[in-house]
């Protein structure tokens, strides 16, 4: 029952908020068009994936494990993705190294990066009050149009400190916070796309690592049973 009512006040609060005021024109839900609806998320994302199982030879006592790609394991990133009702692509992805992006090995780097995505550096890997705000100003709000939006996203502290939030209101976006314990049911990006992304982002690096073609890797993951995966 606490579920349902947590689950019910979420619901009202959006279909409140998306009431037409004073001054409003209609749009596709109540104030908001599709394209001024969205949810925002970040994820973490491990550069080695090894598996809890393997195999060998029945008797051996030692079973060796080969990691992908030395020092892989104690770096860290962060992807924060947008999806919008609409289903337009209108913010890039945003990743998150931890660092300061600074060193000649860096900025080689970050010459390989893909002109699509977004890559920021910090000292812990995770976005905080001041990438929020840098993010809004640089990416959500050109896009927006001067709309009135509704922008879903968890209980992060750093998705509602007194900066953000002032930011969002300048900008007349509202901010639809999903409950704890919620975002595997209503949170989109939670359902439908991070963890398809995170398996694509495993068989890609292991394809990678072992100098194999992404396509190959990709057959056998998905044409053994499941209960060999």
């Not at 024109?25 to 491990?46: E, F, H, K, S, V």
């Not at 947008?82 to 970050?110: C, S």
């Not at 990438?131 to 009135?148: A, D, K, S």
């Not at 949170?187 to 073609?213: A, H």
Request: charged share 20%.
């Amino acid at each position: 029952m606490d579920l349902f009512n947590t689950l019910a006040n979420f619901s009202h609060f959006n279909r409140r908020n998306s009431q037409i005021r004073d001054g409003d024109r209609p749009a596709t839900i109540g104030r908001y068009w599709l394209g001024n609806i969205c949810n925002m998320d970040q994820t973490p994302l491990p550069f080695e994936f090894l598996s809890t199982q393997t195999y060998n030879t029945k008797g051996e006592k030692t079973v060796w494990i080969k990691g992908a790609t030395s020092g892989w394991e104690k770096r860290q990133a962060t992807l924060q993705l947008t999806v919008f009702a609409d289903g337009g692509n209108y913010v890039k992805p945003l990743i998150f190294y931890r660092g300061k992006g600074l060193g000649p090995g860096v900025q080689r780097e970050m010459r390989e990066y893909d002109p699509w995505v977004v890559v920021k550096f910090n000292p812990t890997a995770y976005a905080n009050s001041g990438n929020m705000v840098e993010w809004l100003q640089e990416q959500l709000i050109p896009v927006l149009e001067g709309c009135q939006t509704l922008l879903a996203v968890d209980l992060f502290a750093g998705h509602r400190t007194e900066e953000v939030l002032n930011t969002m209101k300048a900008n007349d976006i509202t901010v639809s916070v999903i409950p704890a314990g919620c975002t595997g049911i209503v949170q989109p990006l939670d359902l439908l796309i991070n963890r398809p992304f995170k398996e694509l982002l495993r068989v890609f690096i292991i394809s990678y690592s072992g100098g194999l073609s992404f396509c190959s890797v990709l057959v056998v993951q998905y044409s053994r049973p499941a209960s060999l995966r």
